[in-house]
């Protein structure tokens, strides 16, 4: 399976709606939420007017021609808000997707995009249960901030070691 890691062209950024559902982290038996709960105020801010804001970057996996995840950032006050200069990152790879590789791509891209863009580090959140964290923690992000069911995550982006991205 060959898999493009590319911009999101403009055109498509109504389908960040589609992978702002998919980020929605969901326990093994538990049932998914309704798709309605994306309109919900806190989670419109992932989505709403993107590609206005200075910190607005979103990347694309394709596979055969659809795609098949998303990454993108923008500085917001979301869940995994840290200040007005870092950006949070959501990312969602389709299920059926997951467990190749394809969401490593996706966030290793989009790091070195942000740090070729200036940014010295980005956030996220995510649930202590969700799978995806060991993923965070094996590209350097590291926990600043907890409750009981969430971490908020950093990683440092550092242009002198891109490589190590």
Excluded at 54 to 77: K, P, S
Excluded at 84 to 98: D, K
Aim: hydrophobic share 40%; net charge negative.
């Amino acid at each position: 399976m060959e898999v493009t890691i590319r911009e999101l062209r403009k055109d498509e950024y109504p389908q960040l709606t589609d992978f702002l559902y998919e980020a929605i982290f969901v326990p093994p038996g538990t049932p998914k939420p309704e798709r309605e709960v994306i309109h919900e105020p806190e989670l419109q801010v992932y989505v709403e007017n993107f590609g206005t804001g200075i910190a607005d970057f979103a990347l694309a996996a394709e596979v055969e021609g659809g795609l098949v995840g998303c990454a993108w950032t923008r500085i917001m006050n979301d869940y995994g808000h840290l200040d007005e200069q870092t950006p949070s990152l959501a990312i969602a790879v389709f299920e059926q997707y997951r467990g190749r590789g394809i969401g490593t791509k996706l966030l290793k891209t989009l790091l070195i995009q942000l740090q070729e863009s200036g940014y010295s580090q980005v956030s996220l959140s995510v649930q202590k249960a969700n799978y995806a964290a060991q993923l965070y923690q094996k590209l350097g992000f590291q926990i600043v901030k907890e409750n009981a069911e969430e971490w908020i995550m950093a990683v440092t982006l550092n242009p002198k070691k891109k490589e190590t991205l």
